[in-house]
């Protein structure tokens, strides 16, 4: 099955749904998931000559928030929830 694209309309469409004054924050790379923060919108023409719109994150040291919640990785099917593995029994001080 091919990968489709998302357009500025699907963009605008999801993010309509949200609250304007809410932040957006780009959540990066599905096997070491970070979180950054969204700077810019440009428009460039890629290699096919088509138009494409970048979303970019900042130059400062601090546009890198860090991981990314794993809530945040859970919704986006980038990782499984993770259950605490089970407890053992404690062993006594007479190492039984």
Same mark, same amino acid.
């Given at each position: ?16 749904? !949200? ?12 096997? !070491? ?31 890198? !928030? ?14 499984? =929830?993770?259950?605490? =593995? ?11």
């Amino acid at each position: 099955m091919p990968r489709t694209e998302m357009t500025v309309g699907e963009l605008i469409d999801q993010l309509s749904t !949200f609250d304007p004054n809410t932040p957006v924050h780009l959540a990066m790379n599905p096997f !070491f998931p970070m979180e950054h923060r969204l700077e810019q919108v440009v428009q460039a023409t890629d290699v096919t000559g088509r138009a494409v719109v970048y979303l970019a994150e900042g130059r400062d040291a601090d546009t890198q !928030f860090g991981h990314l919640p794993p809530e945040v990785a859970v919704l986006l099917a980038w990782q499984g =929830p993770v259950q605490a =593995p089970p407890r053992r029994p404690r062993r006594t001080a007479g190492g039984k």
